[in-house]
């Protein structure tokens, strides 16, 4: 028999010729005219018992995932997505349909910063020319702004955006580590207690 996880709720359901067949698949023994209530307890504590000693592997029926399966190189479809990688930096990746693909001359990114998330318009924005072969593009935040999105272009077009990425929210609290732009400008003091280190982790 497949061995299920039943409730208690469940066992009180049952009727007493099914709850002694199903204690009789778990391999308990039930005297005749043993109350229901007690034919219950014994179940639940036979299950709770056997599922602690099942390993999780028994449990989920785990399969090892081949060596050689490879992800698709694209998903037909034009989209950008944008992920925070770290307090100061965005990575940013995206993917074009075959038939956009072939009509293609060049692709830019417009980086726009908000202090509203439903403005529909940013505050500050630039342009980045990407080269046709990359999907994807590491974004250096700046500004004091809270929040950032990236619309996919084609080059030379920017009438009508491709794409557009979600609306991320900048982490607060980190602005006297992320003025810094390299080790040199941490001063002595706080070199001494590590902070070149935890600089380096944060943003590189």
């Keep these: 028999m497949e061995r ?21 698949e778990y391999g308990i023994e039930i005297p005749p005219g043993l109350h229901r209530r007690f034919i219950i307890r014994e179940l639940l504590e036979t299950i709770l018992e056997e599922s602690e000693n099942t390993s999780d ?3 989920f029926n785990v399969e090892e995932v081949p060596d050689d ?13 944008a992920v925070l990688r770290n307090p100061q930096w965005l990575y940013v990746y995206w993917d074009f349909n075959s038939e956009r693909l072939e009509t293609l001359n060049g692709v830019e990114l417009e980086i726009s910063y908000f202090s509203d998330e ?23 935040l700046q500004g004091d702004f809270d929040f950032v999105r990236v619309a996919l272009y084609e080059k030379g077009n ?12 900048i982490p607060k609290g980190n602005s006297a ?8 400008e941490i001063p002595e003091i706080l070199r001494l207690s590590g902070m070149t280190e935890t600089w380096r982790q944060q943003f590189f």
Excluded: H, Q
């Excluded at 439903?118 to 250096?140: K, Q, S, V």
């Design 57 to 59: 592997d028994e449990f």
């Design 69 to 81: 399966t490879d992800l698709p190189t694209s998903y037909n479809e034009t989209k950008i997505s």
């Design 4 to 24: 299920l996880s039943f409730t208690r709720t469940y066992l009180e359901t049952l009727l007493p010729e099914e709850l002694t067949e199903l204690a009789d």
């Design 158 to 169: 920017r009438s009508l955006a491709l794409a557009f990425s979600n609306m991320v929210r």
């Design 118 to 140: 439903n403005a529909r318009c940013g505050e500050d924005r630039y342009f980045e020319e990407i080269p046709m072969e990359e999907r994807e593009f590491n974004c250096l």
């Design 177 to 184: 580590i992320r003025k810094w732009n390299s080790p040199d």
